[in-house]
């Protein structure tokens, strides 16, 4: 790790050591759809029919985007559809954006001193999913659900019942699908309802 990287992580740690934290009374009924702004899920809904949370509708308008701007040429533009429909297909993450062995990373820090024995990891090692230039204030929870898995996927009980016989990271398509079908199997009702059952086209 570069020593600019180690400077950013002080900052990142020094951050943290000065949130608070707070305990709940579990047994006290929170309206999870109304925690941050205090109004009613309703209000969250998205019209009925609207694609504004579709992966593949926000990349591909990003691209037609870039395309009018000139940021991208011909070429590259039908390079990048075409990568985005194989993409969606296939339901893999194409791992351009991964950075492996994090908490390995982390691990020389700590048994170097550089932390001063502050700070404890997990045992698990996990990987980095960064976002894609148009993934920006939209996927971080999508690429925070992939360094969980990734996590996972290094457990073989767990590998074997999350991922079966694909070797590989499912793509933000693929867990936007899978989020899909737990709706319609009935779980997480109200997120359900707070964007109206659908974000696939």
């Known amino acids: 790790i570069s020593e600019l990287s180690a400077d950013i992580f002080s900052c990142y740690l020094d951050q943290m050591s000065s949130w608070a934290v707070t305990s709940r009374d579990e047994t006290q009924e929170v309206d999870y759809g109304s925690m941050h702004l205090n109004e009613t899920p309703s209000l969250y809904r998205l019209p009925s029919g609207s694609l504004g949370c579709s992966a593949q509708t926000i990349a591909t308008r990003w691209l037609d985007r870039s395309f009018e701007l000139n940021n991208l040429n011909l070429v590259d533009y039908q390079r990048r559809v ?14 351009s954006t991964c950075t492996d062995g994090i908490i390995n990373g982390l691990k020389q820090l700590i048994h170097s001193g550089w932390l001063n024995g502050r700070w404890n ?29 990734s996590s996972l996927f290094r457990v073989p009980e767990f590998r074997k019942r999350l991922f079966g016989s694909v070797s590989a990271m499912p793509s933000i398509w693929k867990l936007q699908a899978l989020l899909e079908s737990a709706w319609s199997l009935g779980f997480d009702p109200l997120g359900a309802f707070q964007i109206s059952a659908t974000i696939n086209p």
């Not at 045992?123 to 925070?144: I, Q």
């Open 82 to 95: 075409q990568e985005l429909r194989r993409s969606v297909r296939q339901g893999i993450d194409s791992a």
């Open 121 to 149: 990891l997990v045992s698990t090692d996990c990987d980095h999913f960064a976002s894609e230039p148009w993934e920006k204030n939209f996927a971080c929870c999508y690429r925070n659900a992939q360094c969980i898995l």
